[in-house]
Every structure is written in structure tokens, then in C-alpha cells.
Nanobody, 115 residues
Framework: QVQLVESGGGLVQPGGSLRLSCAAS????????MGWYRQAPGQQRELVAV???????MYADFVKGRFTISRDSAKNTLYLQMNSLRPEETADYYC?????????WGQGTQVTVSS
């Protein structure tokens, strides 16, 4: 089992930046890839970015050039640096781990982009 705990959400003005963190614990060796998803009110959850165990990164088109996913293996922590945030990116952001058997979600952290 893997446990994921997100942090770093909050209120930010349009054009501002936030860095989300996801602390992983448990059977870390079983994780293949990790990613960030988001879900706005009344909307479906959507993929934001993924990083594989080999370090390859993939981004949704709407965040390319503005968001950066990274990880610190020594700290078992996943990050999402978000720059140039837009009001429409207000959502709950979730950390996700794809494992050898099954997957796991964090509880989410809320990001509000508003002036």
C-alpha cells in the first residue's frame, strides 16, 4: 500500500505561482509513475502532468510551458510547480500513483486562483 498526502494549495492571484507537494509513504518501490490531476467544480477529473519512474515527464497541453512536475526520490515527494496561474485553473488538485498492482490517490489540495 502507498499513502499520498498533498499540500501547498491555497489562494493565489491570476498570474501567480504555487508549488504543490505530495508526500508518499508505504510501498514506494511498487510505484511505476506518479502524476497530478485536477477537478474543478462540476467538471471531470483531468490529467495535468505525469512523471515516470525513469524520469520522463508528460504534460497536458493546457499547462505546457507553465507547470513543471518533478520528484525528490530521497524525500519520496512529488512536486508540481505552477506558474502563470489562471482563474479557470481553480480546482482540487490530486496526487496519483500508478503501482504494480492498482493505483492510489491522495485526498487533494484546493487551489483557488482569484483576485
Amino acid at each position: 500500500q502507498v499513502q499520498l498526502v498533498e499540500s501547498g494549495g491555497g489562494l493565489v492571484q491570476p498570474g501567480g505561482s504555487l508549488r504543490l507537494s505530495c508526500a508518499a509513504s508505504g510501498s514506494i518501490s511498487s510505484v511505476n509513475s506518479m502524476g497530478w490531476y485536477r477537478q474543478a467544480p462540476g467538471q471531470q477529473r483531468e490529467l495535468v502532468a505525469v512523471i515516470t519512474s525513469g524520469g520522463m515527464t508528460m504534460y497536458a497541453d493546457f499547462v505546457k510551458g507553465r507547470f513543471t512536475i518533478s520528484r525528490d526520490s530521497a524525500k519520496n515527494t512529488l512536486y508540481l510547480q505552477m506558474n502563470s496561474l489562471r482563474p479557470e485553473e481553480t480546482a482540487d488538485y490530486y496526487c496519483h500513483a500508478d503501482m504494480v498492482r492498482g493505483d492510489c490517490w491522495g485526498q487533494g489540495t484546493q487551489v483557488t486562483v482569484s483576485s
